[in-house]
C-alpha cells in the first residue's frame, strides 16, 4: 500500500464517513466537527487527485473546502453574538 492509497482511504474516512452523521447532527459542536472532517477530507482528497492528474476533481474538492471553510466561519461568527 502506498502512501496515496493510505491518503485516499483516510480521505474518504473523513469526508464521508465521519462527517455525513455528525452534519445533519442539530448540536452545534458535533455540526462544526463534521464541517472540519470535510475540510480534511476535502484536502486530503486534493493532495491524491492532483498526484493522480485528476484536475477536474481536484477542482470539485477544492469548492467544497471552501464550503466547508465558508460554513464553519459563518457559525463561528453566529456564535460569538450569542454569549
Known amino acids: ?15 464521508t ?6 452534519i445533519v447532527s442539530k448540536k452545534y459542536n458535533k455540526r462544526l466537527l463534521g464541517l472540519y472532517a470535510i475540510s480534511a477530507g476535502s484536502i ?7 498526484n493522480a492528474g485528476l484536475y ?3 477542482f470539485a474538492s477544492v469548492f467544497w473546502f471552501l464550503n466547508s471553510a465558508h460554513a464553519i466561519r459563518k457559525m463561528l461568527r453566529s456564535n460569538k453574538h450569542i454569549y
Request: glycine share 4%.
Open 56 to 58: 477536474y476533481f481536484f
Open 44 to 50: 486530503l482528497a486534493m493532495i491524491v487527485q492532483f
Open 17 to 22: 464517513l465521519v462527517a455525513a452523521p455528525l
Open 1 to 15: 500500500m502506498t502512501i496515496f492509497e493510505l491518503i485516499q482511504i483516510t480521505s474518504v474516512f473523513f469526508g
